[in-house]
């Protein structure tokens, strides 16, 4: 079964970290790039990060730059973020999603193919 | 960074109505525009890919033109199960931007 599975979200303190996961199933894993995609309570999509095929290559918006680091492990066909310094805006249910591309070379992306269910983080006191 | 606005944000439309969504990008981008549905409590999925490339397994009543800074995707003849957000996607150059969304509402 082609499938992403999101884990590791929950609840932290402002200041905390949180590692998410994202397992992968039914696909050749180190063939595409990968994405974390978030969506704050009754908002929209916003983009976080994307890694290579080969984890080469990785990029970031600005809004999570140096708190953030996305990594993958092929043997494991598992997709990762390790989220720092954790604020109280980045409350939202995260996404990982395959790109329909490797993600190596301009631009670097393609369309989302395959979106996981999401796990929810909350920051918060 | 590109920014891509859509319009309207929101719209309450009857079955069997023809829909038009627009999302217009801040510089040009090809044809490097994709749109995704989003149901309630479900995760995004893909409809349109590259301005107006159809996906296997989504009904014909969905469609996307434009390229440039300019484009549209149209639901014709309404269901009651494409109430959700609609969501516009850049994947010509990196940050990746999505539009804020269109909320649709089935009268």
């Known amino acids: 079964q082609v499938q992403l599975v999101e884990s590791g979200g929950g609840v932290v303190q402002p200041g905390r970290s949180l590692r998410l996961s994202c397992a992968a199933s039914?696909?050749?894993?180190?063939?595409?790039?990968l994405h974390w995609v978030r969506q704050a309570p009754g908002k929209g999509l916003e983009w976080v990060a994307l890694?290579?095929?080969?984890?080469?290559?990785?990029y970031y918006a600005d809004s999570v730059k140096g708190r953030f680091t996305i990594s993958r492990d092929n043997s494991k066909n598992t997709l990762y973020l390790q989220m720092n310094s954790l604020r109280a805006e980045d409350t939202a249910v995260y996404y990982c999603?395959?790109?329909?591309?490797?993600?190596?070379?301009?631009?670097?992306?393609?369309?989302?193919?395959?979106w996981g269910r999401g796990t929810l983080v909350t920051v918060s006191s | 960074e590109i920014v891509l606005t859509q319009s309207p944000d929101f719209q309450s439309v009857t079955p069997k109505e023809k829909v038009t969504i627009t999302c217009r990008a801040s510089?040009?981008?090809?044809?490097?525009l994709h749109w995704y549905q989003q149901k309630p409590d479900q995760s995004p999925k893909l409809l349109i890919k590259y301005a107006s490339q159809s996906i296997s397994g989504v009904p014909s009543r969905f469609s996307g033109s434009g390229s440039g800074t300019d484009f549209t995707l149209t639901i014709n003849s309404l269901e009651a199960e494409d109430a959700a957000a609609y969501y516009c996607?850049?994947?010509?150059?990196?940050?990746?931007?999505f539009g804020q969304g269109t909320r649709l509402e089935i009268k």
């Open positions: 510089q040009s981008i090809g044809s490097s």
């Open positions: 999603a395959k790109d329909y591309g490797s993600g190596s070379g301009w631009p670097h992306s393609s369309y989302f193919d395959l």
């Open positions: 890694i290579s095929y080969d984890g080469s290559y990785k």
């Open positions: 996607h850049q994947s010509s150059s990196l940050p990746i931007t």
């Open positions: 039914g696909f050749t894993f180190s063939n595409y790039g």
